[in-house]
Every structure is written in structure tokens, then in C-alpha cells.
């Protein structure tokens, strides 16, 4: 499995932003959103199940950040409104067929794309 994020950029507070992240090889898994600022742990950010049925948010971010996906596409998208400088980071995608105790905490073994960063100006 390969994925493939982009989307991210530079936006002043309060702007928007979309970022995809594209898959190829094994994509019927469940994906999500990871970020991880400067200093800080990465934490998680959306997920969304692998037929696009379920999803949820971080608390940090309900209400302004919406996940879906396209599986024709083989794309998960990450909508992000009224983006606060404390959503800066580098967004990474990652895809999962396995999870530690809820389904949108990956295990080891998922997959990982390089990141995208995203920087919001105040």
C-alpha cells in the first residue's frame, strides 16, 4: 500500500484548506489523519471506515474538520474550516486493517505517507 498526501499549505486563520491523500494497492482499509506539530506527539486527528460509513473527529477539531472518501478515487480527503494556528503541523495519512482497541487507533503495522504540511498564519 502506498499513499500519497497533498493538499497542504500555507492560510491565514479562520481559512480553509483540503487535503487528499491517495492510495494505491490494498485500499479497502480504514483511513485517517494524523498530525504532529514541532516538540509534540503526533495525535489523531479524523478516521473514517473503509466503506465510508462511519467516522469521527478529534475533540480539537469537531466542527471544523470533516473526513470522507472516494473509493472509486482510492482518495480520503480532510476538510479543514476555520483553521486556528494551533492546527499547524504536518498532516500524514495512514491506512489501517488493524487497530488497538478502537477501530480508528491503528496498530504498528499501518501505513504511512509522507506528510503534508500545513501552516496557519495569525
Known amino acids: 500500500v502506498q499513499l500519497q498526501a497533498s493538499g497542504g499549505g500555507l492560510v491565514q486563520a479562520g481559512g480553509s484548506l483540503t487535503l487528499s491523500c491517495a492510495a494505491s494497492g490494498r485500499t479497502f482499509m480504514a483511513m485517517g489523519w494524523f498530525r504532529q506539530a514541532p516538540g509534540k506527539e503526533r495525535e489523531f486527528v479524523a478516521a473514517?471506515?473503509?466503506?465510508?460509513?462511519?467516522?469521527v473527529v478529534s475533540e480539537a477539531v469537531k466542527g471544523r474538520f470533516t473526513i470522507s472518501r472516494d473509493n472509486a478515487k482510492n482518495t480520503v480527503y480532510l476538510q479543514m474550516n476555520s483553521l486556528k494556528p494551533e492546527d499547524a503541523a504536518l498532516y500524514y495519512c495512514?491506512?489501517?486493517?488493524?487497530?488497538?482497541?478502537?477501530?480508528?487507533?491503528?496498530?504498528?503495522?499501518?501505513?504511512w505517507g509522507q506528510g503534508t504540511l500545513v501552516t496557519v498564519s495569525s
Open positions: 495512514g491506512a489501517w486493517s488493524r487497530y488497538n482497541g478502537y477501530w480508528h487507533r491503528p496498530s504498528s503495522d499501518a501505513y
Open positions: 473514517i471506515t473503509p466503506g465510508g460509513i462511519g467516522s
